[in-house]
């Protein structure tokens, strides 16, 4: 099997919705996404897991219980598991997701958005 990178802009230039995440890679039994954000996403934890985010595109706030972490462009954040949280976006940006493989986007399948492998 040959090699294979992932261009994330030819990625994202695939798709337009906010808030549903793209699975564009595997590693390690965990999900890499991309996703759109804009707006509020709902307050939400992962009990078992920790949350990753990576802005490539805009600026983002990860806001939790325990204070707001301002992103921009190049910048990360980790959420612990267990931390109520939610990811705001005044203008559209993009990130790049790292979750456990199968982790619903909310912590909850029931209200999760579907991930879609591109």
Do not use: C
């Not at 798709?15 to 954000?37: C, Y």
């Not at 301002?70 to 790049?96: C, D, S, T």
């Amino acid at each position: 099997m040959s090699p294979t990178q992932v261009n994330l802009s030819e990625k994202l230039a695939l798709f337009s919705e906010h808030w549903s995440p793209r699975i564009v890679a595997d590693f390690n039994g965990h999900d890499i996404m991309l996703a759109k954000l804009k707006g509020e996403f709902p307050w939400h934890k992962h009990d078992d897991t920790d949350d990753f985010f990576l802005v490539v595109k805009g600026e983002i706030t990860i806001e939790t219980e325990n204070g707001n972490v301002p992103l921009k462009e190049g910048e990360l954040y980790v959420v612990p598991k267990g931390v109520q949280h939610r990811p705001v976006a005044r203008e559209e940006a993009h990130v790049l997701l790292i979750e456990t493989a199968g982790e619903p986007n909310t912590g909850d399948a029931a209200t999760a958005a579907e991930k879609i492998r591109i």
